[in-house]
């Protein structure tokens, strides 16, 4: 693995660049990248399983990586390394874009090896392929970067689209803390940021929990996870939260923000028994699983 000095720069659209692959074989991609102002490769490395810290390691160093160049069948020896590579990137940090090196023939044909979250969506990714004569490859990744660089621009525009202070909001009542323990002890150990009453006491101290925690489940998350039992349709607190959750919800109308987890048969006010739900019976480690690949495929 190789790794390039280089200081912050303040543009908003300036792409800095992590290149994941076959140095040779990605060598006609990094030429042109060269050719591009304000645009740098800060890290480069052979294989996505060697990766997993490179991007926190270089956000610490000060260098705001937000582009990832990454060949998705590069890891001959477990395929499916590249794959997890991509699906954990885009849980904890949504502000990073992938460019796939590879052919439309190789993706089509190894397909059925990607998992269903990047299987799903692997026609959304923008893609060049490294094999590609000379000039058509230049074309293509010229393409590729302004569309990055599009991408990032919009994010910056439109407050929707911008990373929020949590990925999941824990709703529950105390009766069911248990659970809820685990679930943000697992959460936390996979990298997901969550928010968990108990983990916040220092912020939450002598603050107005009034207006606080409906900032939290109305604005400050990309997914509020109610745990439903008898106790949480009866508390206060817990109906402050649901209410705030649901403003929510309404405002993003057509996408999912409310995922519930019965742990009993309850109605909820104005939580309609049509709204999808998992039960408790699933498992911790399942719900924790299902969550991930939620905010993988919200990314």
């Known amino acids: 693995m190789r790794e390039l000095q280089m200081s912050e720069s303040d543009d908003a659209v300036a792409l800095k660049v992590i290149m994941i692959g ?3 074989k990605l060598r006609s991609v990094s030429r042109r990248l060269e050719a591009h102002a304000n645009l740098i490769v800060v890290a480069e490395a052979e294989s996505a399983e060697y990766s997993y810290g490179l991007i926190r390691h270089c956000r610490d160093d000060g260098v705001r990586v937000n582009t990832v160049f990454i060949d998705p069948l590069s890891d001959r020896f477990d395929p499916h390394q590249s794959s997890l590579f991509i699906l954990n990137t885009r849980v904890q940090y949504p502000d990073v874009v992938f460019v796939l090196l590879a052919s439309e023939a190789d ?9 269903y979250e ?7 990714y923008y893609r060049i392929d490294p094999s590609a004569p000379k000039r058509l490859l230049n074309e293509i990744t010229d393409n590729a970067i ?5 991408w990032h621009a919009r994010v910056i525009r439109e407050p929707a689209l911008r990373r929020h202070k949590y990925d999941v909001a824990l709703s529950f009542a105390g ?6 323990s685990q ?3 697992l959460l936390t150990e996979r990298g997901i940021r969550v928010f968990y009453d108990d983990d916040q006491r220092a912020s939450l101290w002598g603050a107005n929990l009034y207006t606080t925690l ?11 996870l109610l745990l439903v039992s008898k106790a949480y349709r009866d508390k206060m607190w817990t109906n402050h939260e649901r209410v705030a959750a649901q ?3 309404f405002e993003m109308r057509e996408r999912e923000y409310i995922l519930p987890v019965y742990l009993e048969d309850v109605s909820i006010p104005g939580l309609p028994p049509t709204v999808a739900h998992v039960q408790v019976s699933l498992g911790v480690i399942g719900i924790v699983d299902l969550l991930i690949r939620k905010l993988a495929s919200a990314s």
């Open 118 to 124: 990047i299987r799903n969506r692997i026609d959304h």
């Open 22 to 24: 076959d140095s040779q």
């Open 107 to 115: 993706i089509r044909s190894r397909r059925p090896d990607f998992p």
């Open 214 to 224: 409906y900032d939290v489940y109305a604005h400050e998350c990309r997914f509020c």
């Open 175 to 180: 009766e069911d803390r248990e659970i809820a």
């Open 183 to 185: 679930l943000a002890r």
């Open 146 to 150: 302004d569309q990055c660089r599009s």
């Open 247 to 249: 403003v929510r919800a």
